[in-house]
Each structure stands twice: as C-alpha cells, then as structure tokens.
C-alpha cells in the first residue's frame, strides 16, 4: 500500500491566499479587517494630529507678527483719517462763520468791514481784552467798533503795525449807550470784572421785560446805532431804587470768538468837551 506524500508548502500557502482572496471579496473578512486596522488607524490619526499642532506652532510667531503690523497699519489710517475728519469739520466750521460774517454785512450795508481773526486773549481775570490779526498797517485805528457774526464785540482800544486790542463790552471799564426794543427806553450798557452785562439808568415806570432786544443808539459817538448787544435776561424792581436793575444776556459768545469784523469806515467822536461842567460855585 501506496504512502500520500505530503503538499508542498507552497501550494498550501498559495490555497491559504486563494482561500482569503476569495472570503474577502465575498465580504468575509470585513468585521476581521475593522478590528486589525483600528489601532492602525488611531496611531495614524494621532501622528497627523501631532504633524499639525507642531506645524502651527512653528507657524504662530509668523502670524502674530504679521497681524501686529497689519494691526499698526490699520490704526495708523484711523489717526490718518481722524485727522482728515477733524481738518473738515474745522473748515466747514470756518466757512459758516464766514458766511455768518458776510449775512451780517449784507444786513448792515452802510458800514465798511475787515475781517480779522483772534490770535490772543489777555490772561487777566479782571479784564476782558482779545488781540487779533491786523493792525496799523490794514488801516485799524483806535476807536473803531468791533462785531461778530452775532452782535457787537466792543472797540479796538490799541494798535501797533499788525496787531490790534480790543477791549470787550464785558470788561468793568466798557460802556456802551444802548436801547431796548419794543419799549424804545434808553439805558447804558456796563460789563463787570465777571464778565456780566447790565443795564444802568432804565426807570421804574419803563415797560422791559426778559427777551427784548438790546441794539446799540448811537448816542456818546463811540458805536453806530442799530447793531445788537444781547437780550435782557432778568429785571428787577427795588423799592427806593430810581432805576431798575437789568441783567443782559450778549449775544457774541465771547468765549468762542476766533473771528471777527472791524468796521473801518466809522471814526468815533469824543463828545467830552462839548457837556458842560459844573462851575466852582455850583453845587
């Protein structure tokens, strides 16, 4: 009797490999494949997870670096525009006051003007001065009235070639013959070492009330009639008083003043000689 001989250990790989073959194409050896390959792929997720979070890091200082500047860039055109802003809303506030300036002597044609700007204010407390921008050599003169957009600012009191003072209707040393509007009741105007307007010498029986106008009269030959001075704010009754007492509200916001107009073509006349004096004997 015959012994079988044994395969060869090729030809039962080679049917090991047919066999697998012919399960994993049938779908067999899915399930067996999942399992063997997880850890595989876990190690391989890990890997690429790593190869990332070292690629970003070495990439961050690069980046914050440039959002840094592109950060600087950006806050440079804020300034930039910021800057541009502020020179357009201050021109546009130069040309109303222009225009405000311009209505002003539409509204008062029989005067001469010449626009000036305020470069300086006097730092007293108790004086109420601004310099502004022309002088002699533009044909200022002392004595001549000066006026904003809104009303009377008072009188150039000083000059040299370039330069003028002009002493405010606030400052204590400022008078100013005035009338108050509807009544007609004339008053003398008088500033203060605060700055506040009043009326002197208005009667008892005149008929003023908060709200009317105060325009100038023209009386004294120091400002021509008719240009306004303010609003009066408040009055006042005493009882053994010969006058009332009248606050005045101007209406030149002296604290915002950078420019004005100085009416050229009008030359105050000192009337001082002219009221007569009380002789040695009188009383």
């Known amino acids: 009797m015959m012994k079988s001989r044994p395969l060869p250990s090729w030809l039962i790989l080679a049917l090991l490999l047919a066999g697998l073959l012919l399960l994993a194409l049938g779908g067999y050896l899915a399930p067996i494949v999942r399992v063997a390959a997880a850890p595989a792929l876990r ?36 300034a930039e525009l910021q800057t541009q802003l502020a020179l357009l809303q201050q021109q546009v506030a130069d040309l109303s006051l222009y225009a405000a300036l311009v209505d002003f002597a539409r509204a008062h044609p029989e005067h001469e003007y010449k626009t000036a700007q305020v470069i300086g204010r006097d730092p007293s407390p108790f004086l ?8 002699s050599d533009d044909g200022i003169r002392p004595g001549m009235p000066v006026v904003s957009a809104q009303g009377l600012v008072g009188q150039v009191v000083a000059v040299i070639p ?9 400052d204590p040393t400022s008078r100013v013959s005035v009338r108050i509007t509807p009544s007609n009741t004339e008053a003398l105007l008088v500033g203060s070492v ?17 709200g009317d106008l105060v325009v100038t009269a023209g009386l004294g030959g120091e400002y021509p009639p008719n240009i306004l001075v303010g609003q ?18 101007p209406a030149t916001p002296f604290e915002d003043l950078r420019l004005v107009m100085v009416i050229v073509n009008f030359r105050p006349v000192d009337i001082e000689p002219l009221i007569p004096t009380p002789g040695p004997g009188a009383p």
């Not at 990332?52 to 950060?71: C, F």
């Not at 109420?128 to 002088?135: E, F, K, V, W």
């Not at 370039?162 to 606030?170: E, G, S, W, Y």
Request: aromatic share 4%.
């Open 162 to 170: 370039r330069a003028a003072r002009v002493r405010l209707i606030t």
């Open 232 to 249: 009066v704010l408040s009055t006042r009754r005493l009882a053994h008083a010969l006058f009332q007492e009248v606050s005045v509200q």
């Open 43 to 78: 190690a391989q997720s890990a890997v690429v997870r790593y190869v990332t979070a070292v690629r970003d890091y070495l990439r961050t200082p690069t980046d914050v670096q440039a959002l840094r500047q592109r950060n600087q860039e950006l806050e440079a055109q804020v």
């Open 128 to 135: 109420h001065y601004i310099i502004i921008n022309l002088g």
């Open 194 to 210: 605060t700055g506040d307007l009043s009326l002197e010498m208005v009667p008892l029986d005149a008929k003023v009330n908060p």
